[in-house]
């Protein structure tokens, strides 16, 4: 079993900055492809940046040139989040998917709450 474990959620003025961070509770050395989702009170779960272990990189329109996707390794990713609005409040969850010997399985963190308000 994988875990993902979130971090860095707050609450932030508009304009400001934070950086969310997921990291795997287990060693994997296989990546596919890491993400981050957010979902409002009353709203669809909605895809905010996603990064395949190719590199390629894909951002909701809201959030293009505001928020930014890294791995560290493929036990530890980020977004980074700029110029923050308050339409961003919403919880965050960090998804990967890992290879394993046959299969490619998907997990997901928690959800940490991310609030924009003056």
């Known amino acids: 079993q994988v875990q993902l474990v979130e971090s860095g959620g707050g609450l932030v003025q508009p304009g400001g900055s934070l950086r969310l961070s997921c990291e795997a509770s287990?060693?994997?050395?296989?990546?596919?492809?890491i993400g981050w989702y957010r979902q409002a009170p009353g709203k669809e779960r909605e895809l905010v940046a996603a990064?395949?272990?190719?590199?390629?990189t894909n951002y909701a329109d809201s959030v293009k040139g505001r928020f930014t996707i890294s791995i560290e390794t493929a036990n530890n990713f980020y977004l980074q989040m700029n110029s923050l609005k308050p339409e961003d409040t919403a919880v965050y969850y960090c998804?990967?998917?890992?290879?394993?010997?046959?299969?490619?399985?998907?997990?997901w963190g928690q959800g940490t709450q991310v609030t924009v308000s003056s």
């Open positions: 998804n990967a998917h890992y290879s394993f010997p046959g299969a490619t399985r998907q997990f």
């Open positions: 990064r395949t272990s190719s590199g390629n």
């Open positions: 287990r060693t994997i050395f296989s990546i596919v492809s």
